[in-house]
């Protein structure tokens, strides 16, 4: 079955400071991988998405990049942080299938809590 | 671009009634729409999905309804209990291999004792 890992839960850095979050998926092969945010109390916001290695979609400017260096395996990063970045970070996986001519739904990791101070 | 508009924002209804929470979509070209359910701190989980072939969907007390030519979706809860009390996300999105869903901005549903 398929997994999806995500790390880590919670993390406080101080404004100015790097980030890297890493999420990685198990038990399939090319999947969809998207990064999204959530802001307190908020809906879900669409950062970036990739369909495949080095292939990157960016969805709102910002001081924010993502990379996919392995099929399964997308990383969040940012070079100086700032207070707006504070969120909940979550990796996402979709995967199509040809063969059924299906989509199936988003499995959301378990999130990243990012406190910016 | 694609929009998926949600309604409404907080919902609270009595426990053992039910609730309703409606979206509409912009991308005409969309087909698949999945609900998910995002309890207090934690991870959106799919609950149900509906497909445009089909016009409605019922899983135990969740319901979907869909109206393509109307570009309207909706989500019914019957008999609501006090852990259906989430907020949900309507959502749509194309069959492609590069899809993208389109998430709606949320519904804080509380189900009063």
């Known amino acids: 079955s398929q997994t999806i890992h995500q790390w880590p839960a919670t993390l406080v850095q101080p404004v100015g400071s790097p980030l890297s979050l890493e999420c990685t998926v198990e038990?399939?092969?090319?999947?969809?991988l998207y990064w999204y945010r959530q802001a307190a109390g908020r809906g879900l916001q669409l950062l970036f998405y990739?369909?495949?290695?080095?292939?990157i979609s960016s969805e709102v400017p910002q001081n924010l990049s993502a990379s996919r260096p392995q099929d399964r395996q997308f990383i969040l990063s940012s070079k100086k942080l700032l207070l707006s970045d504070s969120g909940f970070y979550l990796c996402?996986?979709?995967?199509?299938?040809?063969?059924?001519?299906?989509?199936?739904?988003?499995?959301f990791g378990s999130g990243t809590r990012l406190t910016v101070v | 671009g694609e929009n998926v508009e949600q309604h409404p924002s907080t919902l609270s209804v009595q426990e053992g009634d039910s609730a309703v929470i409606k979206c509409t979509y912009s991308?005409?070209?969309?087909?698949?729409f999945p609900w998910y359910k995002q309890e207090l701190g934690k991870r959106p989980q799919l609950i149900i999905d509906?497909?445009?072939?089909?016009g409605e969907k019922k899983d135990q007390r969740i319901a979907v309804t869909l109206n393509k030519t109307a570009k309207h979706f909706s989500l019914h809860i019957t008999e609501t209990q006090p852990e259906d009390s989430a907020v949900y996300f309507c959502?749509?999105?194309?069959?492609?291999?590069?899809?993208?869903?389109?998430f709606g901005s949320g519904t804080r549903l509380s189900i009063r004792p």
């Open positions: 038990g399939t092969s090319n999947p969809n």
């Open positions: 996402a996986w979709s995967v199509f299938s040809v063969r059924g001519r299906r989509n199936y739904g988003y499995t």
């Open positions: 509906i497909r445009s072939n089909v």
């Open positions: 990739s369909v495949g290695i080095g292939q």
């Open positions: 991308d005409s070209a969309s087909n698949y």
């Open positions: 959502a749509a999105s194309r069959y492609s291999s590069a899809s993208k869903i389109i």
